[in-house]
């Protein structure tokens, strides 16, 4: 990362209904409710944030999860004109996932696809940070896709004993602004308060003695995923006993673009819909995926100059909804994608996978 700049160089974006500043202070607001229960949680002995209170949208809801959905609804209400009627879609909204604010005499203006806490088994537990993801869009009704984005944000959750924490925040036409911010337990910080700071994804050409990683978070798809890995390993990295490619189930789509966009990781492969189209499964029957929410950060990502595409190598262009599965692949820089996508297409290939999962 670059140098970090002051705060008093930050301006988020010219868009006229203000939608960066204000998905991130949206985000802040999250973030400052998640970090008092998670410090309260981690010091008071007594750990409820990990009960499992719901399955909904192809998930499971823990009580961390319902303790932020207040949080966001009281925001968004206090929104002004210009930004309602609006369709909010995010996990955690009922079977739908779906939630109308303002008049419902009218169409919506726009959608606003939310997760509200991606990476909540990490946070709950006090291990990693998670991600509050936001995408808006107009409203072009059920065809609206996360390609549709004018402005995205992704603010990070943090655990209890960080002091410190990253935001990103893109519009359509702008590059990622990159802001850290003191985590406050009480009230969210200003925008003014934090301090900007250069999102780099890696310009390494090589995947020798770096993270380049096949999701395999949860059980199911794990032998496929690393299948695929040690293919990719075998014909990029250096196959001795000391290992030169690494991997990292960061257990957040967010932490791993995070990870993509600030030069950590090389490249993600997530073809957790393939891997369910190899095993058979389908509907309710599917091992968990990304949904597209998982992907509201996606244009942070595409700004921030992460090549980020679907398992084929296609433009990103999911449907804003809860339910539908989602495979993506970033690559820090066209030289990763070079070396590795190829691979991808051949294992698909060979696995009988030659098109997007329904």
Not at 28 to 40: E, K, P, S
Request: some cysteine; proline content about 5%; overall charge negative.
């Amino acid at each position: 990362m670059a140098e970090v700049r002051h705060s008093q160089e930050i301006n988020l974006s010219h868009d006229p209904n203000g939608w960066p500043d204000r998905l991130l202070k949206l985000g802040l607001a999250v973030q400052t409710r998640v970090a008092c229960l998670v410090r309260f949680a981690f010091t008071a002995g007594a750990n409820t944030l990990a009960d499992a209170v719901a399955e909904e949208c192809g998930d499971r809801i823990y009580r961390i999860d319902r303790e932020v959905e207040a949080t966001i609804e009281h925001t968004i209400a206090s929104w002004p004109d210009v930004c309602l009627p609006l369709l909010l879609i995010a996990e955690g909204m009922g079977s739908d996932g779906r939630q109308l604010f303002g008049s419902s005499n009218q169409q919506s203006r726009w959608r606003l696809i939310i997760d509200p806490i991606d990476g909540t088994r990490m946070l709950m537990y006090d291990k990693r940070s998670a991600w509050f993801l936001a995408a808006v869009c107009p409203d072009k009704g059920e065809s609206t896709t996360l390609a549709d984005s004018v402005a995205s944000v992704m603010v990070e959750l943090p655990i209890s004993k960080q002091n410190m924490a990253d935001a990103f925040v893109a519009s359509a036409g702008t590059d990622t602004r990159a802001i850290r911010f003191s985590v406050d337990t009480e009230t969210p910080p200003a925008i003014s308060e934090g301090v900007l700071f250069q999102p780099l994804p890696s310009r390494k050409v090589i995947l020798d003695d770096g993270f380049a990683t096949v999701l395999s978070m949860f059980p199911g798809t794990r032998r496929l995923a690393a299948d695929l890995a040690e293919r990719i390993a075998e014909r990029c990295g250096v196959m001795t006993n000391i290992p030169t490619v690494f991997d990292d189930h960061y257990i957040s789509c967010g932490g791993l673009i995070y990870q993509l966009m600030t030069g950590r990781d090389l490249c993600c492969l997530d073809l957790r819909p393939q891997f369910n189209q190899i095993l058979g499964r389908s509907g309710d029957d599917r091992f968990i995926e990304s949904h597209p929410y998982d992907l509201a950060g996606l244009l942070t990502a595409q700004n921030a100059g992460v090549i980020m595409t679907d398992g084929f190598g296609r433009q990103l262009n999911a449907s804003l909804d809860v339910h539908t599965g989602v495979d993506w692949c970033g690559y820090a820089n066209s030289h990763i994608r070079d070396l590795v996508e190829p691979i991808v297409h051949e294992w698909l290939a060979e696995h009988g996978v030659t098109r997007l999962c329904p």
